[in-house]
């Protein structure tokens, strides 16, 4: 991979946060105002979505997205990533200008700036605790009711295995057959190797490759329809990341 030395690696990490708090703080007083009422979360997303564009667009990090093949849009889904990346949050949001929310862990309610969504307009999902992850079901099955879109990272956390998958949870499988709402996949293809979640320190801008592929109803009901659901849409992801790195030594790893 392209390298960058360190201390340039190191410099960007602390000029693409500068740029990312500043641009929250410039738009924290419509923030507020917005995730007050549920009726004004689109209109809140879409501003966060410009506003993800825009630091990215300035720290020089360029999505490249390409759906495979071209597809209309259904008027409601719940939009499924890999995730190994720093950049997934920030990427995922400018996927959609339509509200999208996101399903990410609770700890994610302590981080400056960041967990201010979590805490009044994105689901925090309680691993720990049984009754937390029912409440965080209910929750982003409300959202859904009320014609919301999610964005899910079903690994559950980020991957040290990349670009091989973690094995996938259920629960966005499980409401998508429930209601009978499509998943559409998104595989994140350079996030992992441009800016690792476990390197916080050590990002590099870029070109950042992004597949998208057409929406997958559940064939049914039930934890069945969810299983299968999930499993396709695993091995689709798999296909992607093995097509363009074909030779990373974590294949041939058990």
């Not at 995730?83 to 400056?112: N, Y």
Request: glycine residues 6%; aromatic residues 16%; contains cysteine.
């Amino acid at each position: 991979m392209p390298q960058l030395p360190k201390i340039v690696r190191f410099l960007w990490v602390i000029y693409f946060y500068t740029v990312f708090a500043t641009g929250v703080i410039i738009l924290f007083p419509f923030f507020w105002w917005g995730m007050r009422k549920p009726s004004r979360y689109p209109l809140v997303h879409r501003v966060r979505s410009y506003g993800c564009s825009v630091v990215l667009w300035l720290t020089g990090v360029r999505p490249v997205v390409e759906y495979k093949p071209p597809f209309d849009w259904p008027p409601q889904y719940i939009m499924v990533g890999n995730h190994t990346s720093l950049f997934d949050v920030v990427v995922g949001a400018t996927l959609s200008r339509r509200e999208l929310l996101f399903l990410g862990k609770a700890e994610l309610k302590k981080v400056p700036l960041l967990g201010y969504f979590f805490r009044h307009m994105d689901v925090p999902v309680y691993r720990k605790s049984k009754e937390g992850a029912r409440l965080s079901y209910q929750l982003a099955g409300k959202h859904l009711d009320r014609g919301a879109n999610l964005i899910v990272f079903p690994e559950a956390t980020t991957s040290k295995y990349a670009p091989k998958l973690l094995n996938f949870k259920k629960g966005a499988f499980k409401m998508a057959a429930e209601r009978g709402i499509p998943i559409v996949p998104v595989t994140f293809v350079d996030n992992w190797w441009r800016y690792h979640y476990d390197e916080p320190w050590n990002g590099r801008p870029g070109r950042l490759r992004i597949l998208i592929h057409p929406p997958q109803y559940p064939k049914g009901e039930g934890d069945a329809a969810a299983d299968a659901l999930s499993d396709q849409i695993h091995q689709r992801m798999t296909r992607d990341m093995q097509q363009y790195f074909p030779d990373h030594p974590i294949w041939q790893e058990r």
